[in-house]
């Protein structure tokens, strides 16, 4: 009924950016009103909420990421986004996308921040 898709991980050097991308397969055309987010995990830590974005655009983050990172969607594409600026190694972990209502995830990317 609905599926994430996460890809645009990769490595990258500290101070570098990257776009993550999540499609979304949803058969009850309800994506535009759905809340998403971006969560984060490294081995053994819990995973960690990075940012969310409401059906109409607002957004919040963590003030890990505040200034740093920016959540985007398109709706007419079912599309979610988490454009990553000035990255720091303690970014690397992978990121799952995630449908709030539900509790759906994408299977994750991994990103890789070298120093």
């Known amino acids: 009924q609905v599926q994430l898709v996460d890809s645009g991980g990769g490595v990258v050097q500290a101070g570098g950016s990257l776009r993550l991308s999540c499609a979304v397969s949803d058969s009850t055309a309800t994506f535009k009103v759905r809340d998403m987010g971006w969560f984060r995990q490294t081995p053994g830590k819990q995973r960690e909420w990075v940012a969310e974005?409401?059906?109409?655009?607002?957004?919040n983050y963590a003030d890990s990421v505040k200034g740093r990172f920016t959540i985007s969607r398109d709706n007419t594409k079912n599309q979610l986004y988490l454009q990553m600026n000035s990255l720091k190694p303690e970014d690397t972990a992978v990121y799952y996308c995630?449908?709030?209502?539900?509790?759906?995830w994408g299977q994750g990317t991994q990103v890789t921040v070298s120093s």
């Open positions: 974005i409401t059906g109409g655009g607002f957004a």
């Open positions: 995630h449908m709030f209502s539900g509790a759906y």
